[in-house]
């Protein structure tokens, strides 16, 4: 009975508190923005994921770009926001942390369990306004050049 009531506990600790995840702005050499279609919206999206027990959120954003685009992290150029609002994701309470990186490399899809399709966009041709999650938000923060805790 202890040993349950003990597995129960943890299991409330853990499913109470929020998971802490990336989001990624990936800009390629030519200025372009690589971005994922995501499987279970559609939509469009930054790259990014969770980060996994052991791990620091630079080696998640090195990792997830890799996974879901092919392409590496050359430089992570700096910290665009945190997002902390429970709403900000349907699944679950996440914390996402967006940073700007300096990538490089050939895009494919390493994963088409998640992702549809991976492209990179010139600023002016972001679908903004059909982006997937806060990813709007997200873009919108990153093109005002301040850093955001929200």
Request: glycine fraction near 6%.
């Amino acid at each position: 009975m202890r040993l349950f009531q003990f597995a129960q506990r943890v299991l409330k600790i853990i499913f109470r508190h929020p998971v802490v995840g990336t989001s990624i702005i990936p800009v390629l050499p030519d200025g372009t923005i690589a971005m994922i279609r995501r499987s279970d919206t559609r939509k469009w999206a930054f790259p990014g994921g969770m980060v996994d027990w052991g791990e620091d959120i630079a080696t998640t954003v090195r990792r997830e770009l890799r996974e879901e685009t092919g392409l590496q992290a050359t430089q992570i150029r700096r910290l665009v926001g945190i997002y902390s609002s429970p709403s900000r994701d349907t699944r679950i309470h996440s914390i996402c942390i967006l940073v700007e990186v300096a990538a490089e490399g050939t895009i494919s899809i390493r994963d088409p369990f998640e992702v549809l399709d991976v492209r990179a966009f010139p600023l002016d041709a972001i679908p903004i306004g059909h982006l997937s999650h806060d990813h709007d938000q997200q873009l919108q923060d990153y093109l005002s050049g301040q850093t955001i805790l929200s």
